[in-house]
């Protein structure tokens, strides 16, 4: 079967860095996407790697690499609106959109 | 602004009684998308459009039924609502291209009593 894996819940303090890790088990591979979600809002869309390497936008960088089926989104600088779910959805070869269930992550002052 | 638009944001029904979710898109995109999404849940995807060309995914309920008139809007249906059909459903577009990247509206909440 298809899966993602992700941590259920991270906790991070302001100002500070942390790494949301994105494992995947797929049928082929047509891309990765990260996007945010903040509660009872819907999914915005941060970053797409189809390439293995890192890709910077901002205070967020994504990483993939393809060989080991991982991800990571990095996040910089947190502040206290970054806190939300952070979901990693995953092409596959029918390119259909695989989605993880989200990393909750809260930002402590 | 280019968009998603989805009404209403917050619809609640009684248990059995019929309900329709709508979207609209100004982003002239050719694909079309439903999903459910309950609480700490990834999104479960229930239908989409590929123009007028309907997918249906194996999974999802005949209790749940989409229509697509034109390009820039799309319907769900949900002819009986159940108590486990309450959840934020999830209407999003694509236009194809290198990445193809799914562009979400702001759900509605569906509450069933």
């Known amino acids: 079967g298809q899966n993602i894996d992700q941590p259920t819940e991270m906790t991070a303090t302001e100002g500070a860095i942390v790494q949301i890790n994105c494992t995947y088990q797929t049928s082929g591979f047509n891309g990765l996407f990260w996007y945010q979600q903040h509660a009872g809002e819907a999914p915005t869309f941060l970053s797409y790697n189809v390439l293995d390497g890192l890709e910077e936008k901002g205070r967020f960088s994504s990483f993939l690499s393809r060989s080991k089926g991982y991800s990571y989104l990095l996040l910089k600088e947190l502040q206290m609106k970054d806190s939300a779910s952070y979901l990693c959805a995953v092409r596959d070869s029918n390119y259909q959109l695989i989605w993880g269930a989200g990393t909750k992550l809260i930002i402590k002052p | 602004d280019a968009m998603v638009i989805q009404n209403p944001r917050y619809q609640v029904t009684q248990f059995g009684k019929p309900v329709t979710l709508s979207c609209s898109q100004t982003?002239?995109?050719?694909?079309m998308y439903w999903y459910q999404q309950k609480s700490s849940q990834a999104p479960k995807l229930l239908f989409h459009y590929y123009d007028k060309d309907f997918n249906n995914e194996a999974d999802t309920p005949d209790n749940f039924q989409s229509r697509r008139p034109n390009t820039s809007f799309c319907f769900l249906d949900i002819r009986s609502p159940g108590l486990g059909d309450a959840a934020m459903y999830l209407c999003?577009?694509?236009?194809?291209?290198?990445?193809?990247?799914?562009?979400f509206g702001p759900g509605t909440r569906l509450t069933v009593l």
């Open positions: 999003a577009t694509s236009g194809g291209g290198a990445t193809d990247t799914q562009y």
């Open positions: 982003l002239n995109h050719n694909v």
